[in-house]
């Protein structure tokens, strides 16, 4: 059986119309930088690359979180960080101060303003706000003050918690009760006391001993709160240390799945050779057929 030379050059075209959409495709994947562009090229692929992004967003997410429960907590431990100051040094030394009998009643009077001054400063500090504007020792109740003017706390009674990785919970916070105690309302009775005229010595001793135990106690309790803390920040680290691992094998494992990989990468780029020398071979083909003048019938 002879085969015509219409046949072949019919053949001979759609051979060469393949080869261009053959060499078109393997293009298009090496421009878009991956090897599935469709999820009919791979549905399981397509269908991995899938479950494999919402991975990635749930572990960026965490990631996130993770990044602003650290800035919460360092701020929080910065302000930390001035109460005691506060505390050990600037009260305690008052204090210590005005129980001396050599001070004068116009030095106890001079003492009194300036406790009545650390404790403004103490106030200012346990009503302070984050870079939001968010009160940080109010718990839940961030948008108004924890303490009023008298010193008294009226903020929640819930410290604010968040979920920082899949199933890990973490306090971010702690309530202004829990840090300060009432020691604003001791520290007026002592600037009472020692602001009177004339000085009660017997009121004046027991104000000051109660303020040099409500301070004591304020620093064991900020020493505890700092250490929550410090173990926090070190939770943060160990958790973004795995964190960044999962979420870089996860890239690995969306790439593998899309074809976007190294070794994909390599091969469609050994596959366009391969494509443009079908291709021009099929043109060559093409063309002789192109110029033969004898059709069989």
């Given at each position: 059986m002879r085969l015509s030379t219409l046949y072949m050059f019919k053949n001979s075209a759609e051979n060469m119309s393949q080869r261009v959409n053959d060499n078109n495709n393997v293009y298009l994947k090496l421009s878009a930088g991956k090897s599935v562009l469709r999820a009919s090229d791979d549905p399981k692929a397509a269908t991995d690359a899938v479950k494999y992004q919402d991975a990635l967003a749930k572990l960026e997410l965490y990631s996130n979180v993770r990044s602003a429960a650290r800035g919460t907590l360092e701020h929080e431990d910065t302000i930390l960080s001035g109460v005691g100051n506060l505390l050990t040094t600037s009260?305690?030394?008052?204090?210590?101060?005005a129980k001396s009998e050599t001070y004068s009643d116009d030095d106890r009077k001079a003492l009194g303003a300036e406790i009545k001054g650390i404790r403004a400063n103490l106030m200012d500090l346990a009503n302070n706000r984050d870079g939001a504007g968010r009160y940080i020792f109010g718990g839940f109740k961030t948008d108004s003050a924890p303490f009023d003017s008298a010193g008294n706390y009226v903020g929640g009674d819930v410290a604010l918690k968040q979920t920082v990785a899949d199933g890990t919970g973490m306090q971010i916070g702690h309530i202004g009760s829990d840090v300060f105690g009432d020691?604003?309302?001791?520290?007026?009775?002592?600037?009472?006391?020692?602001?009177r005229d004339p000085i009660d010595k017997s009121e004046l001793d027991k104000a000051l001993s109660a303020a040099s135990k409500a301070v004591s106690e304020g620093i064991e309790r900020l020493g505890k709160t700092q250490a929550e803390l410090g173990t926090n920040l070190q939770q943060l680290d160990s958790l973004d240390l795995s964190g960044d691992v999962m979420i870089n094998d996860t890239i690995l494992k969306i790439q593998s799945a899309i074809g976007s990989d190294y070794g994909t990468m390599t091969s469609l780029i050994m596959d366009t050779k391969m494509s443009e020398f079908a291709l021009n071979a099929s043109m060559m083909v093409f063309q002789s057929m192109q110029k033969m003048n004898l059709f069989n019938k």
């Open positions: 009260l305690t030394e008052k204090i210590v101060a020691i604003f309302t001791i520290l007026d009775k002592s600037v009472e006391e020692l602001t």
